[in-house]
């Protein structure tokens, strides 16, 4: 019985969705595309229907992660609660439904760059949306950037240690603190404190 256009479309989302998920979790080559239809729930023959190859649906399945992080983000009024949650051991202990710039820098390094482009348009809004809590200085976008790649550097590292390692949660915590730090500081600067930017 032939589909709908419409109910092919929800089928290739919901293949788009859990494959963000899977690739997040395993990495691009951890997960055969037979495994990722069947966690899907369809068969591996419907695939192609769908996808030219398993590289476009990797670069369809990383721009989803980033857009769901965006939503995520959109929920975090203020760089602290972003900071927090980012960089919490629940996010560390959930990779499949937390940051794709953390799950998959190190497999997209090896990707086309029409899967880097993905990856740098979702790393950059990362660092506009922290931009955008930071005091509107000359140097707000520099800090958004140091904000984010401590953020990313301190979740890739304690994430490639023991759940029991005390440096992993160290390296969260460090990270943190010095992230709140700047949360902080754009905080004060808002409510109309000293310094460059205070009515930013």
Do not use: W
Not at 172 to 180: D, M, N
């Amino acid at each position: 019985m032939r589909i709908t256009e419409s109910q092919a479309e929800k089928n290739r989302q919901r293949v788009i969705a859990k494959a963000s998920k899977l690739f997040r979790e395993s990495g691009f080559d951890g997960i055969s595309v037979n495994d990722l239809m069947r966690a899907a729930g369809f068969t591996h023959g419907g695939f192609y229907n769908h996808f030219e190859s398993k590289g476009a649906l990797a670069g369809e399945a990383l721009d989803y992660a980033f857009r769901q992080m965006d939503g995520v983000r959109e929920r975090m009024p203020t760089l602290d609660q972003f900071v927090k949650s980012y960089l919490s051991e629940e996010a560390r202990n959930s990779p499949g439904s937390t940051c794709p710039a953390a799950a998959l820098a190190g497999e997209v390094a090896r990707q086309p760059d029409a899967v880097k482009s993905i990856f740098a348009d979702g790393v950059e809004r990362m660092i506009l949306s922290v931009e955008s809590l930071l005091p509107k200085t000359p140097y707000a976008r520099d800090e958004a950037i140091d904000v984010v790649c401590r953020m990313l550097g301190a979740l890739v590292l304690a994430r490639a240690m023991p759940a029991s390692s005390s440096l992993g949660r160290e390296l969260l915590g460090t990270a943190t603190k010095r992230c709140r730090k700047s949360a902080m500081t754009s905080n004060k600067a808002r409510l109309g404190g000293s310094g460059p930017g205070g009515q930013g």
